[in-house]
Every structure is written in structure tokens, then in C-alpha cells.
């Protein structure tokens, strides 16, 4: 679980997320238990350089995953 608040923390200060969207997210997480891997993901990847950006046609997150195991 702190690995799951870790990963939030760091996505939260990358998205800007409000008090609001916090526990918007920490609730839906909690209703959808799935959503933990998800953020863990996310927050890995953008640890290790993903950024969905104009210059990378907004790349999702399982094309980015995908071309990293090439």
C-alpha cells in the first residue's frame, strides 16, 4: 500500500492533481482494486522516461511499454 501512495504522490506532482482529484482517484482505486496496477505502471514508466507529449503524438502508455521490450 505505501508503494500504491509513493506512486500516486509522484504521478499527483506530475499531474497537478487537486484535493478533490485526489480522493476522486483514491476512491475509484479503492472501488477498483485493478486501477493499483495501472498507477504502479504509469508512475514506472514515467520514472523511466515516458512523457505523452505533442513531439510523441501523445503516446499511451502500452505503445510506450511496448517499445521498450523491443
Known amino acids: 500500500m505505501d ?3 509513493n506512486d ?28 493499483q496496477e495501472y498507477w504502479s505502471r504509469l508512475a514506472s514508466a514515467y520514472r523511466q522516461g515516458y512523457f505523452p507529449a505533442k513531439q510523441n503524438h501523445y503516446m499511451r502508455l502500452m505503445e510506450w511499454e511496448r517499445r521498450q521490450m523491443l
Do not use: F, H, R, V
Open 3 to 5: 508503494d500504491l501512495k
Open 8 to 35: 500516486l504522490k509522484y504521478l499527483s506532482d506530475i499531474y497537478g492533481w487537486g484535493i478533490e482529484d485526489k480522493k476522486e482517484i483514491w476512491l475509484a482505486t479503492k472501488d477498483n482494486p485493478e486501477m
